[in-house]
């Protein structure tokens, strides 16, 4: 990786730099495979987390400024950047046109969940590992898990997490896309709302498509090839969650799920 961002640096291309963000495992690798379709523009190598710009839990700016630096023009950084005011304020600074992918946050926890327990390098695996249920394993992703030692949490609860990234909701200069509107019909969406969105995304980062260009990159954007890809079903959470789940979820985000309009009120 080091070679290829070294490489891609010295690869301009034309305006802008993208950001492509989300919550982790809410859609991110859908969202640069998209990008990676687009005419010219290409992956920077690049990929920024709230855990590389911090140290002893502190945010440094000036790290994000350096990263955002590196990239060049028609290149795009995967990122799980939360929407903090510094963090919103540098991605607008440099010039960058933002794409923020969003996923059914019960979606997410069931990916979150069979991630970790996939990832053996995973800080939490060998905690979620020793849990003796899945159901437990899902309460402790819905609810947070906290280092009883330390008194720090070593996963923040669901409504955390979604209330930290939210504020790209209504960024400017920043696209917000549905996961389920982007896997098409082979990913159990609907075709015509993927070919909707794909072309908006493309002229929100100034890349316009034919027709033909637009039903080839749809045909190539979803693949289970991903190496963090499980099932990417829409509604998984509907073959995990028991009513206790259910109930833990409504207490804790349902105005979230609101939010995001995968729900209308508690009656799910």
């Given amino acids: 990786m080091p070679l290829y961002q070294a490489w891609a640096r010295t690869r301009p291309g034309r305006p802008p730099r993208v950001l492509a963000n989300s919550l982790p495992k809410a859609g991110t690798h859908l969202l640069t495979a998209l990008l990676a379709e687009l005419p010219d523009m290409r992956f920077s190598g690049e990929h920024l987390t709230a855990f590389d710009l911090q140290e002893d839990r502190t945010f440094h700016a000036e790290r994000l400024e350096k990263r955002l630096d590196r990239i ?5 950084v995967s ?5 903090w005011p510094q963090v919103v304020s540098a991605v607008e600074g440099h010039g960058y046109r933002s794409v923020f992918i969003v996923r059914d946050p019960r979606d997410t926890v069931v990916s979150d969940v069979f991630y970790i327990l996939g990832f053996k390098r995973h ?4 905690r979620f ?4 249920t899945m159901d437990e394993r899902l309460m402790a992703a819905i609810g947070g898990l906290s280092d009883e030692r330390r008194g720090v949490p070593l996963m923040e609860s669901m409504a955390a997490r979604i209330e930290a990234y939210s504020g790209w909701l209504s960024a400017p200069s920043t696209k917000v896309v549905r996961f389920e509107d982007l896997v098409g019909g082979r990913g159990g969406g609907n075709d015509a709302a993927q070919l909707a969105e794909i072309r908006a995304i493309a002229e929100h980062v100034g890349r316009s498509l034919t027709g ?6 749809a045909t190539r954007v979803w693949s289970p090839r991903s190496s963090t890809f499980r099932r990417g079903a829409i509604g998984d959470w509907r073959d995990h969650f028991t009513s206790q789940h259910v109930e833990a979820v409504k207490e804790a985000a349902s105005r979230y799920l609101v939010e995001l309009g995968y729900e209308t009120g508690d009656a799910w």
């Fill in 123 to 126: 800080p939490l695996h060998e």
């Fill in 72 to 76: 060049r023009d028609g290149q795009y």
């Fill in 129 to 132: 590992r020793k849990m003796p």
């Fill in 212 to 217: 033909e260009e637009l039903q080839s990159v």
């Fill in 79 to 83: 990122a799980h950047l939360p929407a």
